[in-house]
């Protein structure tokens, strides 16, 4: 979800179990959604997006579902491996008219590890 | 291409010093952005510049300034640095266009002691 605090939601999977990522967002008006990966140390990667048109979006091992009913976005991770052990921060997209124009806003990650 | 780059990676000041933090990207995207990151926080925005010479305010502003007078470079400047202010601050960068990822820098670890 999306509430503010010192403890990150954390998912620990086995290696090659199929691992589901959740996030609620708050803003109805948002049309633009996506989910980054953030290594330590490192800044946000792109993983995959999706418009507020579609409720699924298939990349190479991920999954993006959009429920706008109920303000839910999930990333599913099939056969999860040891290397997509990371952070992973959902996005939303705020901007007027549907142009980024940089503003982005971040739920507060989940910490996803995964054990070999 | 480098992307985004960030300088320094790493800068301890002390309350009241001032400092920039440099991000320079190569990719000729119009739209950049400074977000901080708390621990167990997502990134919050700082400010945002949508072009060359145009600036605003994001959701956390107060005791930064920045200025955009090429595409390439959008600094941030800390006016007189306060513990509070002690995170891991992003740059990001994207092209123009609707629905756009961002592109984000290394990061630069701050610390205010």
């Known amino acids: 979800g999306e509430s503010v605090g010192l403890h990150l939601p954390t998912l620990s999977v086995q290696e090659g179990d199929n691992s589901i990522i959740n996030c609620a967002y708050s803003?109805?008006?948002?049309?633009?959604f996506i989910w980054y990966k953030q290594e330590s140390g490192k800044g946000p990667q792109f993983i995959i997006d999706?418009?507020?048109?579609?409720d699924k979006r298939q990349g190479q091992r991920v999954t993006v579902l959009l429920n706008k009913t109920v303000k839910h976005l999930s990333l599913q991770i099939a056969a999860t491996q040891p290397g997509d052990s990371a952070v992973y921060l959902c996005a939303e997209n705020r901007g007027a008219g549907g142009t980024s124009y940089g503003k982005l806003t971040f739920g507060q990650g989940t910490i996803l590890t995964v054990h070999p | 291409n480098a992307g985004v780059t960030q300088t320094p990676k790493f800068q301890v000041l002390k309350t009241g010093q001032s400092m920039t933090l440099q991000c320079a990207q190569d990719?000729?995207?119009?739209?950049m952005s400074w977000y901080r990151q708390d621990p167990g926080m997502g990134l919050r925005l700082i400010h945002y510049s949508v072009g060359a010479g145009i600036t605003d305010q994001g959701e956390v502003p107060n005791g930064y300034n920045v200025s955009r007078s090429t595409t390439e470079d959008f600094p941030l400047r800390l006016l007189s640095a306060a513990p509070s202010q002690t995170s891991v601050y992003f740059c990001?960068?994207?092209?123009?266009?609707?629905?756009?990822?961002?592109?984000f820098g290394q990061g630069t670890r701050l610390t205010v002691v």
């Open positions: 990001a960068s994207i092209p123009q266009g609707v629905n756009t990822e961002a592109f």
């Open positions: 999706i418009r507020s048109n579609m």
């Open positions: 990719m000729n995207h119009e739209y």
């Open positions: 803003n109805s008006a948002s049309d633009y």
